[in-house]
């Protein structure tokens, strides 16, 4: 059984992303023998692993391995996630289903980026108010709450609530539905304002599909997308934003779904300051921030396209830069790799 006691995390400075495409453990001057034990991934790969440096690796890019048992895995989990992993164990390990089928211990997981990146700005409430205001055009004095996959993170009283509606817009809108709609991250201010944030890496936003779903699926098609989302949708019955009308053939699926999990919540909640945000990476984004704007504020009545914002890490990094509380998630950003190189295109 391939194992490692290696705890420690990667970073662009470790890496040498020639030594990876040779075929070699990506860590810098690492002469392990990478084929000499290999790791069964997926029941039908066996991929080479570094045991000096706890890496399987795939290709162009890594993933922590410690082993295969339950700790082993948390461990692995652990190098990846660099900020406030005692909350991210005690309310995202047990009872969530990120651990195992998500690819939480990748180098390239979004969800990482996303929990190292947006717990430790809830750290200050002026980097989420300032956000806010970018995305919205409002500015706020008011407590911002975060949410990442429905859960609230609270790291001062240590709790991690689920959002108060999320499930009933799950129970009216997809019932039977087996992986439910989760947005990524949601910002709150109560009453006031909400933003959900579709958060990508290094992958694309996915589209709709024309094929039907299966038993206990989303809808794939954008005609079913639009009656199950929009036309039996009773919390926009009286509010509706879409223009279905105009809908293209084919959309931006998750991006839809976030419009009207969230433009469904502000009408629960009502909060008339709604908005959807896709956060993306410069360098992995081969669609232009422009056309996925106007492809999705096309799916919106006029009066409400203002409510999709294009948004990247870079900018947020922009934002954060100069702040003296969020050094370390400034540092995190600008040493972040994938695929072995600079993650993030920084000035
Ligand atoms: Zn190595």
């Known amino acids: 059984m391939a194992t490692s006691t290696c705890t420690d995390a990667f970073y662009v400075n470790d890496l040498d992303s020639k030594q990876l495409s040779a075929g070699a453990c990506p860590v810098k001057g690492c002469m392990s023998d990478v084929k000499a034990q290999l790791v069964v991934y997926n029941k039908k790969h ?123 817009l799950i129970n009216e809108l997809e019932p039977g539905i087996s992986i439910a709609t989760e947005p990524d991250i949601i910002l709150r201010v109560p009453g006031d304002m909400l933003v959900f944030i579709e958060a990508k890496f290094t992958s694309e936003n996915s589209l709709s599909k024309d094929r039907p779903a299966k038993a206990g699926e989303k809808p794939h098609r954008v005609r079913e997308m639009v009656q199950r989302y929009v036309e039996q949708n009773p919390f926009l019955a009286e509010a509706n934003p879409f ?55 096309e799916l919106l009545l006029p009066v409400h396209q203002g409510r999709f914002k294009h948004y990247t890490w870079e900018r947020l990094h922009e934002h954060i830069k100069n702040e003296a509380d969020l050094k370390n998630v400034v540092s995190y950003l600008e040493a972040k790799s994938a695929f072995c190189e600079p993650a993030f295109v920084l000035g």
């Open 46 to 168: 066996n991929l080479p692993f570094c045991p000096v440096h706890g890496l399987r690796i795939h290709g162009k890019t890594f993933v922590y391995y410690n082993g295969g048992s339950k700790e082993q895995k948390e461990l692995a989990f652990k190098r990846n996630i660099a900020f406030n992993w005692n909350f991210f164990q005690a309310h995202f390990i047990q009872n969530t289903k990120k651990v195992g089928g998500h690819r939480l211990s990748w180098e390239n997981s979004e969800d990482a980026v996303t929990y190292n990146v947006f717990t430790e700005m809830a750290r200050t409430q002026d980097a989420l108010r300032q956000l806010l205001k970018d995305v919205t055009g409002t500015a706020t004095n008011k407590p911002v709450e975060l949410y990442l996959w429905g859960h609230r993170i609270d790291l001062a009283s240590n709790t991690a609530p689920y959002y108060p509606h999320l499930n009933q």
């Open 243 to 297: 223009a279905p009308d105009r809908f293209p053939a084919v959309i931006y699926g998750q991006l839809f779904r976030n419009l009207v999990f969230c433009a469904s919540a502000a009408k629960l909640e009502g909060i008339g300051k709604w908005a959807v945000v896709n956060l993306r990476a410069q360098k992995f984004m081969e669609i232009r921030a422009e056309e996925v704007e106007s492809e999705v504020k």
